[in-house]
């Protein structure tokens, strides 16, 4: 069992795994990422390996302190600092030039690498301890559901990962909202934990990619996947008679669905606490045995389009 409490003492064995070119598994605020130290290649390596991720799809650079940002790229323009400097450390990862020093596997090949700022602190505090900004994916197998506990690492990477820090459920629970400023335009390439409402008070307007390039590369229609089939509903004459339902319902269960076979995503219909329920939620009903999850659309305001971006990517594999 790799699975250790976060206190700070295994934060600095994690940090040690880290800094001698191993790979460790660490809550953030949104989601479990799986580290590496960003500067060395071969570390960074293990990370695809061990997700079975596919190289065209690049790793987000974690760092603790805005001094690092001069490591891992050229600067970052005023543009971009206007939104880092509201919602760093937190949820928002952003597309900077990429600095000589971060190897061509974190970013595949491209010229630009996403940053971000947790606010969780025993990410802040290993990143700081492991001295190196430290590339950090999601830490699930590549297109399954994120894990938002340390058992759900445990139960995907468990015998690939050396060590995985407990710090319990992640309080946001859905990734981080990425943004790419470029030649006065600013484009979302995958809605999070910021919700776009927010990030437009500081740009302004949110512009369309003009082309697959200019999204994030690793977007693929359907990720965020359950082993089992998922289809989304709004009214209950669209759920299509099956022989071993399982139900993931928004805010009550007034349709008298069978009770141990539902999750509720936030009695009050609180979209903060639905998103941090989304992804525990679905690993319960994943391990069901169900033939399919019925998921009841949720309001696409606020944090709501990112899980709605979610559960429609989950619902087309
Ligand atoms: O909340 C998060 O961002 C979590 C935690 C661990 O920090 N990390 C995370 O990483 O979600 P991952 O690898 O699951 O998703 C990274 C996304 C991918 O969609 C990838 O294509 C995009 O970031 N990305 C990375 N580098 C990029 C770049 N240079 N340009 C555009 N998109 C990029
Ligand atoms: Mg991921």
């Known amino acids: 069992m790799p699975v250790i409490p976060a206190t700070d003492e295994n934060i600095k064995k994690a940090a040690d795994i880290i800094r001698s070119g191993g790979v460790a598994a660490f809550p953030t605020e949104t989601v479990y990422g799986l580290g590496a130290d960003a500067l060395n290649a071969k570390a960074c390596a293990k990370i695809f390996e061990i997700k079975r991720r596919p190289f065209f799809d690049p790793l987000i650079v974690h760092i603790s302190d805005l001094s690092m940002i001069d490591i891992v790229s050229k600067g970052m323009p005023p543009e971009v600092?206007?939104?880092?400097?509201?919602?760093?450390?937190?949820?928002?990862?952003?597309?900077?030039?990429?600095?000589?020093?971060?190897?061509?596997?974190?970013?595949?090949?491209?010229?630009?690498?996403?940053?971000?700022?947790?606010?969780?602190?025993?990410?802040?505090?290993?990143?700081?301890l492991s001295g190196v900004p430290v590339a950090a994916p999601s830490a699930n197998p590549f297109g399954y559901l994120s894990p938002t506990e340390a058992k759900h690492v445990d139960e995907q990477l468990g015998e690939d990962v050396p060590m995985i820090l407990d710090g319990g459920s992640c309080g946001v629970g859905i990734e981080s909202t990425i943004i790419k400023i470029e030649n006065g335009k600013n484009y979302l390439l995958r809605s999070g934990g910021i919700p776009i409402e927010e990030i437009k008070k500081i740009t302004g307007d949110i512009d369309m990619p003009e082309s697959r390039k200019a999204q994030a590369p690793g977007m693929l229609p359907e990720h965020y996947s359950p082993v089992t089939r998922l289809k989304l509903f709004s009214e209950v004459n669209e759920i299509t008679a099956a022989h071993n339902p399982a139900y993931l319902l928004f805010r009550n269960n007034d349709k008298n669905f069978p009770e141990d076979r539902i999750e509720i995503l936030s009695e009050d219909g609180n979209l903060a606490e639905a998103a941090a329920r989304l992804f525990s939620c679905l690993h319960r009903l994943d391990s069901l045995g169900a033939d399919i999850i019925f998921a009841e659309r949720v309001p696409e305001t606020g944090l709501g389009a990112a899980i709605m971006d979610r559960l429609t990517r989950a619902s087309l594999k």
């Open 81 to 128: 600092r206007r939104l880092t400097e509201k919602f760093w450390p937190g949820p928002l990862t952003v597309i900077l030039e990429k600095s000589e020093n971060i190897p061509e596997i974190v970013t595949s090949g491209l010229d630009s690498v996403a940053v971000r700022m947790p606010s969780h602190k025993t990410a802040l505090r290993l990143i700081e």
